[in-house]
């Protein structure tokens, strides 16, 4: 079993920054893809972003340069740095780890955006 905890999240201004983390634990043998996910409610969980075991990050679309993700593959940690922050990136941000060809996800951790 793989366990994840993100941490980070929190109430930040608009146009302030928060650095989310995700430490994973537990199993790991082959750590794949780590990426990010958000969620409001009543809307599906969305993409925000991707990083691959060699570095290469994918974003969507409505990040437009803001965000950064990392990772660190000695730590099995990933983190993604958010500036620029909008009150539409108002969500629960949940970490997606895949881990021998399996996927997991943590629990969440709520990032509010408002003056």
């Known amino acids: 079993q793989v366990q994840l905890v993100e941490s980070g999240g929190g109430l930040v201004q608009p146009g302030g920054s928060l650095r989310l983390s995700c430490a994973a634990s537990?199993?790991?043998?082959?750590?794949?893809?780590m990426a990010w996910y958000r969620q409001t409610p009543g809307k599906q969980r969305e993409f925000v972003a991707r990083?691959?075991?060699?570095?290469?990050?994918t974003y969507a679309p409505f990040v437009k340069g803001r965000f950064t993700i990392s990772r660190d593959n000695a730590k099995n940690t990933v983190s993604l740095q958010m500036n620029s922050l909008e009150s539409e990136d108002t969500a629960v941000y949940y970490c997606?780890?895949?881990?021998?060809?399996?996927?997991?996800w943590g629990r969440g951790t709520q990032v509010t955006v408002s003056s």
């Open positions: 997606n780890v895949v881990v021998s060809g399996r996927t997991y």
């Open positions: 537990g199993s790991i043998f082959s750590l794949g893809p």
């Open positions: 990083i691959i075991s060699s570095g290469v990050p």
